[in-house]
C-alpha cells in the first residue's frame, strides 16, 4: 500500500517534469482494494485492470522499475515503451493488462477463467484452479460488457471475481447523476446487481485493506471451489483528480476531506503498531526501504536507453508473416529494414 | 505452435502454380446476372463448402485440444450456417460453446481465453453483427501484442458469413472488409472456394495472428473439392485464370461473377488474367506485379464500398508502385456507397454485375487482341 502511495506520488512528481506524458491515471486513496485483493492472490492467478493500473501492477509484483521505465517510455518498460501508463501487462505475472476504454477489460478477465475451466475439464489438468480478478470503476457498471460478462459468468459458473472500485467520480460523473438506484433505496448500490445476476453482491469499505481482505478471501475461496464469480462493490475514493490533466474543479472540499479523514495508510499504519506487528523503528525502515525503491526505479527509468526505431515494426504480429508477401516474392519481414523499422509494410 | 501440415512453398507458390483444383464449367443456377453458381457435378469426392469448413473445424479439433468455438447457437444448432454442425456431440459443450447474444461480451471472453492459452475461433452468426464487437477486435485482438511488447499473442480466428445474400435487407447484407481493414495487427482472408476454404481456414486455426475469415452468405453450397492435409499460406493470392489482356483483381463471391463475364470475354476473344486476392490484408504484391507487369491493366472487383475499401486501398498500393508498368488507369468496380436495399432490383444495382466486368474490360483493353 505505501509503495502504490509512493510510486504514484512519485508519478505525479515526474509528470510535472515532464519525464512521463499522456494520460497518467493515479491511484491514490484507492490502495486498500489493490492490496486487500491482489496480495492475497497466488501468482498463478490473473487479474484484469483498467487505465489505472500502476498499483494493481505494483501489488502483482510487477517490479516498480519496469513499470516507471514503461512510464518514461523506456525500452526497459514491462511492455517495452510500447503500452504506456494505461496498458500495463505482465505476462510472467499472469496480468492481463490495463485497458483503457471503459469495460473492454471485463471481457478479456472472463476468458481467463474460462481458459481455467477449460483446462480443467477439457485438458484434465487438475492444477486448473486459479481464479481471474477484473478491477474497473463504478462508471464502467453502466457499460454493456459489465452485465454481459455478469451473466456469462454466472451462467459458465466461471471462477471470475469482479472488484467494483466505487469511487463515487467518472470524471466529473458523479455515480448518482449516472446510475439510477437500486430497488427500494434512494442511491444506487452496485453490488444489489451480483443477486440479480445468480451471485453475491458484497459491499465493503474499500478504505480498510483488512476489511477488502476478508471479503476477498471468501470470494476467491468460492470461486476456487468451482462455486463461480462474486461481485465486491468497494466503496473508495481517489485523492487525486481523474487524471494528471483534469483540473478536478466538482468534488466538494467537504467530500475530499470526508475521505481524507479515512485515509487507507494512516489507519493501517495504527493497526500494525497498536498490535505489535511492526515496531516504530520497523516501520520507519521499511518506509525508507519503499522510499528507495521508488528513487530506484526513477533513477533506472532515467538511465534506461529509448527505444530504437527497428523496435517500430516488432510485435505487431506475434507471426511476422501477417505483413505479408513483398513484390519480390519474399516475406516484407524478411526484407533488408524490417529489423530497421524502416521498411514499407502496407 | 507449428504441426506437420502440407504447407505449400512459398517460392514456387509466389511463381503462379498454386491453383485451386479445376472449378470450371462455371454455370449460373437460376437468376443468370447473380445467382450462386455451382461445379460439374461429374468430380468425384464433391462436397459443400459448409461441409469443407466443417471439417477444417473438426480437424483442427480434433488434432489439438485447445482449439475451441465459441459464438451463438454454434453448439447443439449447429451454427447458423452449418458449420459446426453436430460437433457438439463430438467435442462437448465448454469446447462447442453456445453463448449468449453478446457479441462485445464473448468477442472479449475469446481474445481472454486466447491470450492464456486457447487457440479459439470466434463465430458471428452474421458477420454483420460483429460491428457490435468492434471495440474487441480492433482494441483488444488488433493491438494487444503490440501494446503488451510481444508478451501475450492473440490466436482469434474470427470468421462467419458476411457479404450481400439474396434480399436479406441492409443490416444483414453488410460488406465488413473495409471497417476491418485499417485494424492495425489483424489479417483479413476471404476464401472462395471448397477447396480454399477448408485449407484456409486450417491455416487460419494454426496460426498464431488474430485472423478475420470472411466467408460469403451465397457460397456455403458451392460444390468442390479439397485436398487432404492441405493447409493453404494465408498471405498468398490464387491464380484462378492465366491472361496476357488485363488482370482482374476480385475476392470472395466477386471471384464467381468475374468468371461468369471472363466466359463471355473468352467467345469475344479476350484473355484476361484473373486473380483471387484470398489474402484482404496484406496484400500479395509478388502475385498481384507479377500479373500487372504482364498485362499492364488492372480492374479490381470487389463488394466492398468504393469509399475506404478493400478496392480503394488495392488501387492505391498499385498506384504508388507500378505506376510505370500501367497502361491505363486502374478501374474499380465496387459496390455502391448505399445501404444494400431489400428490393431484388435494387440489391442487384448495388452490387457489380458480370456485365459491368464485360464493360470494363471492353473499355481498358479496347478490341480484342488477336492470338
Known amino acids: 500500500m505505501f509503495l502504490g502511495r509512493e510510486f504514484e506520488e512519485k508519478c505525479a512528481e515526474m509528470y510535472y517534469r515532464g519525464k512521463m506524458f499522456g494520460f497518467v491515471h493515479l491511484y491514490s486513496g484507492q490502495e486498500a482494494v489493490s492490496t486487500g485483493v491482489i496480495r492475497l492472490l497466488r501468482a498463478d492467478d490473473y487479474i484484469c485492470s483498467t487505465y489505472r493500473d500502476h498499483v494493481h501492477a505494483l501489488s502483482k509484483n510487477v517490479p516498480a522499475r519496469e513499470i516507471m521505465a514503461e512510464l518514461f517510455g523506456k525500452k526497459t518498460g514491462i511492455c517495452r515503451g510500447q503500452g504506456g501508463s494505461m496498458h500495463m501487462f505482465s505476462k510472467k505475472h499472469n496480468l492481463l493488462g490495463g485497458y483503457a476504454f471503459i469495460g473492454e477489460g471485463i471481457p478479456i478477465g472472463l476468458g481467463a477463467a474460462f481458459q481455467v475451466r477449460y483446462r480443467r475439464e477439457v485438458l484434465h489438468d487438475e492444477s486448473a484452479d486459479q481464479v481471474a480478478v477484473n478491477f474497473f470503476g463504478d462508471g464502467t457498471c453502466n457499460v454493456g460488457q459489465f452485465y454481459e460478462c455478469l451473466n456469462m459468468a454466472s451462467l459458465y459458473k466461471l471462477p471470475c471475481i469482479f472488484v467494483v472500485e466505487n469511487n463515487k467520480w467518472a470524471i466529473g460523473m458523479n455515480h448518482p447523476r449516472a446510475t439510477g438506484p437500486s430497488y427500494g433505496d434512494d442511491d444506487p448500490f452496485i453490488y444489489k446487481k451480483g443477486p440479480a445476476f445468480g451471485m453475491p453482491g458484497v459491499l465493503v469499505d474499500g478504505m480498510d485493506v483488512r476489511k477488502v481482505r476478508e471479503v476477498a478471501q471468501e470470494a476467491v475461496a468460492r470461486a476456487r471451489r468451482g462455486e463461480g464469480p462474486t461481485l465486491i462493490e468497494a466503496e473508495t475514493y481517489r485523492f487525486r483528480g481523474h487524471s494528471l490533466a483534469d483540473p478536478d474543479e466538482l468534488r466538494l472540499k467537504e467530500e475530499k476531506e470526508h475521505y481524507q479523514a479515512r485515509d487507507p495508510l494512516p489507519q493501517l499504519k495504527k493497526y500494525v503498531l497498536d498490535t505489535g506487528i511492526l515496531s516504530e523503528q520497523q516501520l520507519a525502515e521499511l518506509e525508507a526501504s519503499v522510499r528507495d525503491e521508488v528513487e530506484d526505479a526513477v533513477k533506472f527509468a532515467d538511465e534506461s536507453p529509448k527505444p530504437e526505431k527497428g523496435q517500430l515494426l516488432e510485435n505487431v504480429f506475434a507471426d511476422p508473416k501477417g505483413f505479408g508477401i513483398a513484390p519480390d516474392g519474399r516475406y516484407r519481414y524478411e526484407l533488408p529494414g524490417f529489423s530497421s523499422g524502416t521498411a514499407a509494410v502496407s | ?371
Not at chain 2, 451454427?79 to 459443450?93: A, E, I, T
Not at chain 2, 481456414?201 to 460469403?216: C, G, M, Q, T, V
Not at chain 2, 431484388?344 to 492470338?371: C, D, M, N, R, Y
Open chain 2, 1 to 371: 505452435m507449428q504441426r506437420s501440415c502440407f504447407l505449400i512453398n512459398l517460392h514456387s507458390a509466389a511463381r503462379g502454380q498454386l491453383r485451386a483444383p479445376a472449378q470450371s464449367p462455371w454455370r449460373t443456377a437460376g437468376r443468370a446476372a447473380r445467382g450462386a453458381l455451382h461445379v460439374a457435378a461429374a468430380e468425384k469426392k464433391q462436397k459443400l463448402m459448409w461441409e469443407a469448413l466443417r471439417e477444417a473445424v473438426d480437424e483442427e479439433m480434433e488434432a489439438d485440444p485447445t482449439v475451441c468455438l465459441m459464438g451463438e447457437d454454434v453448439g447443439h444448432y449447429g451454427g447458423s450456417y452449418k458449420v459446426s454442425y453436430d460437433l457438439h456431440k463430438k467435442y462437448g459443450d465448454l469446447r462447442l460453446l453456445d453463448t449468449p447474444i453478446c457479441e462485445n461480451g464473448f468477442m472479449g471472453m475469446g481474445i481472454g481465453a486466447a491470450m492464456t492459452g486457447l487457440r479459439v475461433i470466434i463465430e458471428g452468426m452474421n458477420m454483420g453483427f460483429l460491428l457490435l464487437a468492434y471495440n474487441q477486435i480492433s482494441n483488444n485482438a488488433g493491438m494487444l501484442h503490440y501494446t503488451s511488447g510481444g508478451q501475450y499473442k492473440v490466436p482469434v480466428v474470427i470468421r462467419g458469413p458476411g457479404g450481400v445474400g439474396r434480399q436479406l435487407g441492409a443490416e444483414h447484407s453488410q460488406r465488413l472488409e473495409s471497417y476491418f481493414q485499417s485494424i492495425p495487427g489483424v489479417q483479413l482472408v476471404a476464401c472462395s472456394t471448397v477447396a480454399n476454404a477448408k485449407a484456409l481456414l486450417k491455416s487460419a486455426i494454426r496460426s498464431d495472428n488474430p485472423i478475420i475469415f470472411f466467408e460469403h452468405v451465397l457460397l456455403y453450397n458451392v460444390k468442390g473439392e479439397t485436398i487432404d492435409g492441405y493447409c493453404q499460406p494465408l498471405e498468398k493470392a490464387e491464380l484462378v485464370r492465366a491472361g496476357r489482356d488485363v488482370t482482374i483483381l476480385c475476392y470472395s463471391r466477386m471471384r464467381y461473377v468475374v468468371m461468369q463475364a471472363v466466359q463471355q470475354l473468352e467467345k469475344q476473344g479476350f484473355d484476361p488474367e484473373v486473380i483471387d486476392l484470398i489474402s484482404l490484408k496484406p496484400f500479395d504484391m509478388k502475385t498481384i506485379s507479377d500479373s500487372v507487369k504482364k498485362t499492364k491493366n488492372v480492374i479490381i472487383v470487389e463488394e466492398c464500398m468504393k469509399t475506404g475499401g478493400i478496392g480503394a486501398s488495392l488501387s492505391s498500393v498499385i498506384n504508388e508502385s507500378l505506376f510505370d508498368y500501367l497502361d491505363h488507369q486502374v478501374i474499380r468496380l465496387s459496390s455502391q456507397d448505399v445501404p444494400t436495399a431489400y428490393a431484388f432490383e435494387l440489391e442487384a444495382a448495388t452490387i457489380v454485375q458480370p456485365e459491368q466486368v464485360i464493360e470494363a474490360v471492353h473499355k481498358v483493353v479496347g478490341a480484342p487482341v488477336p492470338a
